[in-house]
């Protein structure tokens, strides 16, 4: 297993830009897929973003493709969700999560139930 913790949200203005971070500690952080999700107020969980192990594939969901990029630094334990053009809409908690993988570094999963280990969620508010 893997611990996870997400860090750089806050209350931005319409237009401006956060990134989050996502620490992973306690097993080599190679060889785990990663996404970012998150849960708006009276919204269900809903993908944002995912990443290979390797870190050559990434995945975005429609509403954020073009304004958001996932990147991660093994060497650093950490994984990044830079977030740019932010909307109100935007509006949520974001939770990053991790599973194990074994394939060959092209594999990302897009669904919640995909994912066994999850952070804590940090907060990301934009105003209008």
């Known amino acids: 297993q893997v611990q996870l913790v997400e860090s750089g949200g806050g209350l931005v203005q319409a237009g401006g830009s956060l990134r989050l971070s996502c620490a992973a500690s306690?097993?080599?952080?190679?060889?785990?897929?990663m996404g970012w999700f998150r849960q708006a107020p009276g919204k269900e969980r809903e993908f944002v973003a995912a990443?290979?192990?390797?870190?050559?594939?990434?995945s975005y969901a429609d509403s954020v493709k073009g304004r958001f990029t996932f990147s991660r630094d093994n060497a650093k334990n950490l994984v990044y969700l830079q977030m740019n053009s932010l909307k109100p809409e935007d509006t949520a908690v974001y939770y990053c999560?991790?599973?194990?993988?074994?394939?060959?570094?092209?594999?990302?999963?897009?669904?919640?139930?995909?994912?066994?280990?999850w952070g804590q969620g940090t907060q990301v508010t934009v105003s209008s």
């Open positions: 999560a991790a599973v194990r993988t074994f394939d060959s570094g092209r594999t990302y999963y897009t669904t919640a139930d995909a994912y066994n280990n």
């Open positions: 990443i290979s192990w390797s870190g050559t594939i990434t």
């Open positions: 306690g097993r080599t952080f190679s060889m785990y897929a």
